[in-house]
């Protein structure tokens, strides 16, 4: 189901940053979600991006952002944050925000967020040029 609204992508030239925001308005904070961000580039499989546990602890990453994509949260609140630097051409897809309900500690990985979402939002175009 549809219950997250997602904002802030773009187009900008190599190198250049770009924020995305998510919101879920579907559902009460609950400090138990997995929350984060998944992409799709045309004509290549869906991706993990980055994940976020509401309940603290350490995100986890994509190797291919690592260093340069950071994900946080807004505390209390069911809204999250994709800080995205140095930006490159493959980095050009449509990025999803997604959440998992009431997780685990330690269970919020991109495999779960990227398969096992409850709700996603519609979907954030980021363009990279070169």
């Known amino acids: 189901q549809v219950h997250l609204v997602e904002s802030g992508g773009g187009s900008v030239q190599a190198g250049g940053s770009l924020t995305l925001t998510c919101v879920d308005s579907?559902?009460?904070?609950?400090?138990?979600?997995?929350m984060g961000w998944f992409r799709r580039a045309p004509g290549k499989e869906r991706e993990g991006v980055a994940t976020?546990?509401?309940?603290?602890?350490?995100?986890t990453y994509a190797d291919s952002v690592k260093g340069r994509f950071t994900i946080s949260q807004d505390n209390g609140r069911n809204k999250i944050y994709l800080q995205m630097n140095s930006l490159k051409p493959e980095d050009t897809a449509i990025y999803y925000c997604?959440?998992?309900?009431?997780?685990?500690?330690?269970?919020?990985?991109?495999?779960?967020?990227?398969?096992?979402?409850?709700?996603w939002g519609q979907g954030t175009q980021v363009t990279v040029s070169s």
């Open positions: 997604a959440v998992v309900r009431r997780v685990v500690s330690g269970s919020c990985g991109l495999e779960k967020l990227t398969h096992e979402y409850n709700s």
């Open positions: 579907g559902y009460t904070f609950y400090r138990s979600n997995c």
């Open positions: 976020i546990y509401t309940g603290g602890g350490s995100p």
